[in-house]
């Protein structure tokens, strides 16, 4: 597993904690609901300009792709 990857995954993981937290979710029902609705997705594809963004910035792209995608 190259650096990048690991610095992509570590990223992931912060994203998922901080949605949990804003989303009062755990951090079990936080990954369920990002990777249902394209959220876990998002973070991967989009990766390269989402870690240039704060965590709060980022939580809030995630709000909006997981509502349009039905969540």
Avoid: N, P, W
């Avoid at 650096?3 to 994203?15: F, L, P």
């Amino acid at each position: 597993m190259s650096s990048e990857d690991r610095k992509m995954i570590a990223y992931v993981v912060a994203c998922i904690g901080a949605f949990a937290r804003a989303s009062d979710y755990s951090t079990q029902e936080a990954y369920r609901y990002l990777d249902a609705y394209g959220g876990i997705d998002f973070l991967m594809e989009f990766y390269d300009t989402e870690h240039l963004l704060s965590l709060e910035d980022a939580v809030e792209d995630l709000k909006i792709v997981t509502l349009r995608a039905g969540g």
